[in-house]
Every structure is written in structure tokens, then in C-alpha cells.
């Protein structure tokens, strides 16, 4: 079966099987890069060791990250299972080491430097909606004018990560800012909009936030995501019960959510040190 066909068909199940845009996009490119390496051989006659050469390779020239290694996975098993019509070959059903870090998060004062620091009303819109509403990169994206409830002050994120749906609240100095920014822009459609119209990229977005983390003077490792991070993180200083957090970030399991207990103040803050209490 020929390359092409075998991304056509690939792209085909993934659709069908009612995966989102972005994940088709991520699991065509990850198949592309596998396809690509096993170049000399029929996808059907691949053997496992040639598989778990591929796996790492890419853990050790590429360097992938550990979801970055799981998306390959699940790729090549899903060619096989839906593509191929084969079983997986057991190479692919590795049991993975999850790396136990914490996420980057900023503090109140360096996220308002950071916004502070942004004088562009469209990068000042970008950066609080992502911040207030807890928002991830593509679910920003993906906002219509219709989304945007101002009298009720929440925002409906339409077919989020998994294919949900849910509501998460509008911040009044985010609605405020968003007032200027509809008369100076006018948008159409979606809430950020490029220049000739159309959704705003993800590369667009990325770039605001370094830029603006540069102006800030923030050297913290921060992401667009780290905004998202840091929304859960101070909800959860100022008491917010850790379930709504998980019902506003749209988590499907509390366990992911309380990843924020880690890095959040409020828990650290309550233990008092021993060296405190010593008469030096």
C-alpha cells in the first residue's frame, strides 16, 4: 500500500472515529515521520525490532517528551488496528515511566507585569482571556463572538479537549478589554482573528506570550499553558474547592487536577518551618 493511500485512509478512520482536528493533524504527522523511516519496507512487513528501533530513535534524536512518545504510540496503533487490520505488535503496548514534574507557574505580580507590559489591545485580549478563563491555547482559538455571554459574565467552550463542552466564567476587566478591542478590531466570526480575517494561529499566540515575557523581565520557563496553570494555582491560594477547579479546567480526573496542590501557596504557606522557631 502506498504512502499516500495509507495517510488518506489513516486521516479517513480518524475522522470517522470522531477525533478533533488538531489530534487527526498530530497523529498524520506522527505516522508521516514513522512512514517515512521505515521507507524501504511494506507497512505489513515491519517487524517489531525495526518498530522499537523507530521508538527510539525517536526518544534519543528527537528527544520526545514522554506524551510526545505516547502520540507515537498510539499513532502506529491505530494503523495497525484500523488501517492495516492487524493486531499491534507487542512492542507498542511498552509501559511508559510518567516523569513526575510540576507545572511552571507565575505568580499575581508577574502575570500582571506581563499583561501590563503588552500595549497591543489584541495581545492584551489574548494573554487575560487565556489567563481569566483558565483557557487552553486552541479552545482561545476556537472562541465565536457567540461563545461570549456578557450579561451572564461566562464563556461556553464549545467541543474543548475530548470533545466537551463546558462554561467558564468572564472576567469583568477581561470583558472590559474585550469592548475596546472588538472597536478597534471587529472581528467577524471567531473572538482573535488574523489580519485578513479567520482563526488567529498558534505560533501567532506563542509569540505574544514570549514577547511579553521578555518585556516583563520574566525568565521563568513560562508557555501560553503556563497562563492555564496559574489560573488553577491561585484559584486554589484563594480557596477555591479543588472540584469546581476541576470542572473549570474541564479535567476528566481529579487526579490531574490536583497536580496544582504541589505548587499552590496557600498548602505550602500553612507549614511553618522548624529553622523558625530556632534563637539564632
Known sequence: MKKQIILDQFEKKLAIANFSNQTIKNYRSALLKFLDFITVKKVSEVSDDLIEEYLYHC????????????????SIRFLYAEVLDKPAPKVLFVKMKRPKTLPVVLSKQEITRLIKSTQNVKHKTILLLIYSAGLRLGELLNLKIADIDSKALKIHIVQGKGKKDRYVPL??????????????????EFIIEGAKGGRYSDKSVQSVMQQALKRAGIRKKATVHTLRH?????????GTDIRYIQELLGHVRLETTQIYTHVSSYSINQIKSPADALDI
Open 59 to 74: 526518544k534519543t534524536k528527537y528527544k520526545y517528551s514522554f506524551s510526545s512518545m505516547k502520540q507515537v504510540i498510539a
Open 171 to 188: 472576567s469583568e476587566k477581561a470583558l472590559e478589554l474585550l469592548r475596546q478591542y472588538f472597536k478597534a478590531y471587529k472581528p467577524v
Open 230 to 238: 496559574s489560573f488553577a494555582t491561585h484559584l486554589l491560594d484563594e
